[in-house]
């Protein structure tokens, strides 16, 4: 498995940024998939974004044109970019990688908790 340290959560107003940070202990570019996940009490883990080792992004349909996801090899690094951001992006964000197309995404941190105020 792929060690993964989230940062960078934390309480902003509406309409405020934030950026998010999942270092890995391994080359990201081998990685197969990289993904963004949050969620809430009550309710189920829900995919925000993803990256591909190829560098192709998708997005929900709920952060597309708010949030980007980017990958950086150099650093081991994959952000979350968060903008324009909402009081129901309220959630724990977790990062989560996917080594291969024949594995599931078993590998995640810790979670970091974003809060967005009215």
């Known amino acids: 498995q792929v060690q993964l ?9 509406a309409g405020g940024s934030l950026r998010l940070s999942c270092a890995a202990s391994s080359s990201i570019s081998s990685i197969y998939v990289m993904a963004w996940y949050r969620q809430v009490p009550g309710k189920s883990r829900e995919l925000v974004a993803q990256i591909t080792s ?3 992004t998708s997005y929900a349909d709920a ?3 708010r949030f980007t996801i980017i990958g ?6 994959v952000y ?3 903008n324009s951001l ?7 964000y977790y990062c989560a990688a996917r080594r291969s197309v024949w594995t599931p995404f078993d590998s995640w941190g810790q979670g970091t908790q974003v809060t967005v105020s009215e």
């Open 72 to 77: 950086d090899n150099a650093r081991n690094t």
């Open 63 to 65: 952060t597309k044109g």
């Open 86 to 92: 909402k009081p129901e992006d309220t959630a724990v």
């Open 54 to 56: 190829g560098g192709g």
């Open 5 to 13: 340290v989230e940062s960078g959560g934390g309480l902003v107003q």
């Open 80 to 82: 979350l970019q968060m």
